[in-house]
């Protein structure tokens, strides 16, 4: 079963007193099967794989501060065996031209798995992608019998938002108002003053 869900960017304001802007962009992709042993090219082993699209960095969103991938894994296997998982984040037409990247052995002495993996990413892995639209998540679960396996992968991004530096923060904006009151006041009494005169 394939299943993609985005959720878009949600933008909400700091405290009154505080920078505002801050944004957070999610996509989540779902991986889950079970796959019996065949004959792929000549390679026989438990194996499948699929490639689900997903949205790449959007400039108009903001600066690209952090990005983030946490990934849940379940599952069942043949407890003498080892399952393999690999997958990745990348444009273009090859998975190893990845902007992200991980594999994992479940070793054998278990007929059962469970894990969670988590990583910060350098922004610049993801502000530089190449052969766009063609953006694709990338799971693979491999083993040389049968298994079952669910998995969960998260993708964050974490946007300072394009307006931030457009707006000033409150104590600001209240000073220059003060100040254009001040000056606005002492033209008006100079002109008075130069009246009388």
């Known amino acids: ?29 779902v991986s889950e099967w079970t ?10 082993a438990a194996l499948q794989w ?4 997903y949205l790449p960095w959007d400039p108009t969103l903001g600066t690209l501060e952090k990005v983030s991938v946490s990934t849940a894994v379940s599952g ?3 407890a003498l065996e080892d399952l393999a998982i690999r997958y990745s984040f990348f444009t273009g037409w090859s998975p190893a031209a990845y902007q992200f990247y991980d594999a994992r052995v479940f070793a054998s002495g278990a007929s059962s798995f469970a894990d969670l993996f988590e990583y910060d990413i350098a922004a610049s892995n993801f502000v530089t992608p190449s052969y766009l639209p063609q953006a694709n998540y990338y799971f693979e679960s491999r083993s040389a019998t049968t298994h079952q396996i669910a998995a969960r ?3 964050s991004y974490q946007y300072a938002s394009a307006t931030e530096v457009a ?10 108002a003060i100040a254009a009151c001040a000056l606005f006041l002492g033209r008006k009494s100079w002109a008075r003053t130069t009246r009388v005169g």
């Open 35 to 44: 796959v019996s042993t065949w004959d792929y090219y000549g390679d026989v």
């Open 167 to 176: 707006v000033p923060e409150p104590s600001t904006a209240a000073l220059t």
């Open 76 to 78: 069942t296997k043949n």
């Open 153 to 155: 992968t998260t993708l």
């Open 1 to 29: 079963m394939i299943k993609l869900r985005k959720v878009l960017a949600v933008f909400a304001c700091t405290a009154a007193l505080g920078p505002a802007h801050a944004g957070l962009l999610t996509q989540e992709f």
């Open 50 to 53: 699929h490639y689900i699209p």
